[in-house]
Every structure is written in structure tokens, then in C-alpha cells.
């Protein structure tokens, strides 16, 4: 069974300043897929961004970023020029590469930014 | 932009009585799962439906509880039953091909009293 781990239940970082979210995971799979998804405090889940384990290249999404280890099992989100608007929970999220797998979530990081 | 409706947004329901939580996918798409929440805590996935049956279903998911596509619009979750520790935000989703991620509807929170 694949499991995901986020070891930072709580952040914070100033306006404009740029934060790094962690998460590792664990699977035999080869194929897959990793997402991270934002939930407001509406509690809305919102994909912000999505890396196909084949590919080497990070994905980039504007302001969002990830730096995808695969054989260290690691996926983390860099957030450029944080904005009031990203205060948020954020979760890293696993699937096995076949279609219409379920997601796997880890536990969730509450990201702050402060003005 | 599609968006996956879910109603109702919240939901108030004595312990033991049923309920049916409903979700209208995006049109096109052919992949549809349920999770929940519980507050404060991960979200956990419930059970994925794929042309017309169910493809995969958690320990969560036990006899209590029942989905259905009865129009070929409309994705239904009832729970039989609901018990205290039912209470907990639902999330229906659905995808065209699930490797592209899922869209989540705005969830609807269930409190058994």
C-alpha cells in the first residue's frame, strides 16, 4: 500500500517571501502520479499542480513549483511570492498510474502567510 | 470553467436515519469517487465508480453505505444508517482520465446528532 507523509503540520511565511512545503511518500510502483491540492478555509479542494513520475522535469505552474526526488520519494512544493490568497491546507497527494485510481492523501500542511 | 455541484452544503440528520448526499459530475467526464473528512484530519477516500459499477471501494466504505448513478447525471452516496462518527465533510470528484487529477465538487458537511 502506498502511503504519504507530510512532516510539517504548520507554516508560516511573510508576504512575497517564498516557502517550501514537504512531502515524501512511499510505493513499489513505477508508474504514478503526484498532485499537490490547496483547500481554503471554504474547504474547497483545488488542484494546484501535478507531476508524472516518467518525467524528469519539474512541473511549474506560475507562482508553484515542485523539486520531484524519485528515488529519494520526495515531492515538494515551492511557493514564489506567497500571497494572502495562498493561506490554505495543502495536500500532497499520491496515484498509481493506471486510470480512475483513487488518490492517496497525506495528513496536510496549514499554510499561513502573514502580511 | 465545468464544476462538479454537490448538495446539499451542509446537512443535519439524527443518528440512525438515512441520508443521501448528492453530487451532478461534469458531463464528459466517466470517472466518479466520493471521499470524506473528518475535521482536522486527512481526506480519505470512500469509493471510485466507473461505467456504472463500482471499481474500488475502502474498509470505510462497508454495507452502511451505497452509491448510484440512477440518471446518468446525478452520482448519489446514501448512508443506511448514520451513525456519530459519520459526521464529516464529503467530497465527490470526478475525472475524464484519472491520472489528470481529479475536480472536486465544494463538498458537503454531514452532521449526525
Known amino acids: 500500500a502506498q502511503t504519504v507523509t507530510q512532516s510539517q503540520p504548520e507554516m508560516s511565511v511573510q508576504e512575497a517571501e517564498t516557502v517550501t512545503l514537504s512531502c515524501t511518500y512511499d510505493?513499489?510502483?513505477?508508474?504514478?502520479?503526484l498532485f499537490w491540492y490547496k483547500q481554503p478555509p471554504s474547504r474547497q479542494m483545488i488542484l494546484v499542480i501535478r507531476?508524472?513520475?516518467?518525467?524528469?522535469q519539474n512541473a511549474t505552474e506560475n507562482r508553484f513549483s515542485v523539486n520531484f526526488q524519485k528515488a529519494a520519494k520526495s515531492f515538494s512544493l515551492k511557493i514564489s511570492d506567497s500571497q494572502l490568497g495562498d493561506t490554505a491546507m495543502y495536500f500532497c497527494?499520491?496515484?498509481?498510474?493506471?486510470?480512475?485510481?483513487?488518490?492517496?492523501f497525506g495528513a496536510g500542511t496549514i499554510l499561513r502567510v502573514k502580511s | 470553467e465545468p464544476e462538479v455541484t454537490q448538495t446539499p452544503s451542509h446537512q443535519v440528520t439524527q443518528m440512525g436515519q438515512e441520508v443521501i448526499l448528492r453530487c451532478v459530475p461534469i458531463?464528459?467526464?466517466?470517472?466518479f469517487y466520493w471521499y470524506r473528512q473528518i475535521l482536522g484530519q486527512k481526506v480519505e477516500f470512500l469509493v471510485s465508480?466507473?461505467?456504472?459499477?463500482?471499481?474500488?471501494k475502502s474498509e470505510i466504505f462497508d454495507d452502511q453505505f451505497s452509491v448510484e448513478r440512477p440518471d446518468g447525471s446525478n452520482f448519489t452516496l446514501k448512508i443506511r444508517s448514520t451513525k456519530l462518527e459519520d459526521s464529516a465533510m464529503y467530497f465527490c470528484?470526478?475525472?475524464?482520465?484519472?491520472?489528470?487529477?481529479?475536480?472536486f465538487g465544494s463538498g458537503t458537511r454531514l452532521t449526525v446528532v
Open positions: 470528484a470526478s475525472t475524464v482520465q484519472g491520472n489528470y487529477g481529479y475536480t
Open positions: 510505493t513499489s510502483e513505477n508508474n504514478y502520479y
Open positions: 507531476q508524472e513520475a516518467y518525467k524528469q
Open positions: 497527494a499520491f496515484m498509481k498510474g493506471e486510470y480512475g485510481n483513487k488518490l492517496v
Open positions: 458531463s464528459n467526464h466517466l470517472y
Open positions: 465508480f466507473y461505467n456504472n459499477e463500482i471499481s474500488e
